[in-house]
């Protein structure tokens, strides 16, 4: 005969390994460890100041499309700016008078438009008056070559493609100018 206290018991099942929610917790506590290790270590990373500059593919606002390295022989002075950046609208005039001084020798300025939106960077060129090279950062693909921290951030590339200042913000025309008469007077 069958003890009924043993008919009424519902019977375990002998379960091995992980539900499919413990699996899912898993993935994603592992996931967020390793986004958090690589900001970490991105934020040991610092722009480069010297050595060749990373070399990017840009289409202008206008319609332009180059390399970088298309520029090698010239002076590139490469300035990361967004229009809703207070200090990079204090640059601006400085580097637009910068580049009327030095357009008609081996010097480019070519402007960046990091994480900000078409029709706003156009507004902000025409407030300027900016009338050098500019072109979009779509994706940031640009941005993260150089590690850029923030915004404005100046390059100034020698005529090799090397990378001979490096300033954070504050970019004036005679700060630029000494960077770059000494760039000119040494080739």
């Known amino acids: ?9 519902p019977k375990r099942k002998n379960t091995r390994g992980f539900s499919l929610g413990s699996i899912v917790l898993l993935v994603g506590i592992v996931l967020m ?6 900001q970490l270590l991105r934020q040991g990373e610092t722009q480069p100041e010297h050595g060749q500059a990373p070399d990017f593919e ?3 606002f206008d319609g332009q499309t180059f390399n970088l390295s298309d520029l090698r022989g010239k002076v590139v002075v ?3 700016w967004a229009s809703w950046c207070g200090p990079c609208r204090d640059e601006a005039p400085e580097l637009e ?5 030095y357009k008609d020798q081996d ?7 990091y994480a900000d939106n078409g029709p706003r960077s156009l507004e902000y060129l025409e407030e300027y008056g900016i009338t050098y090279l500019n072109g979009p950062d779509l994706g940031t693909r640009i941005s993260e070559a150089y590690n850029i921290q923030g915004v404005p951030e100046t390059f100034v590339i020698d005529q090799d493609g090397n990378i001979a200042a490096f300033i954070f913000a504050g970019v004036t025309e005679s ?12 080739a």
Do not use: K, P, R
């Open 1 to 9: 005969m069958i003890d009924q206290a043993e008919s009424t018991t």
């Open 97 to 101: 008078s910068a580049w009327q001084t």
């Open 33 to 38: 460890g390793v986004v958090i290790g690589i």
């Open 107 to 113: 010097v480019v300025f070519l402007g960046i438009a």
């Open 175 to 186: 700060y630029l100018s000494t960077i770059i008469d000494g760039l000119l007077q040494g």
């Open 58 to 60: 840009i289409s202008t």
């Open 78 to 80: 490469l300035n990361f």
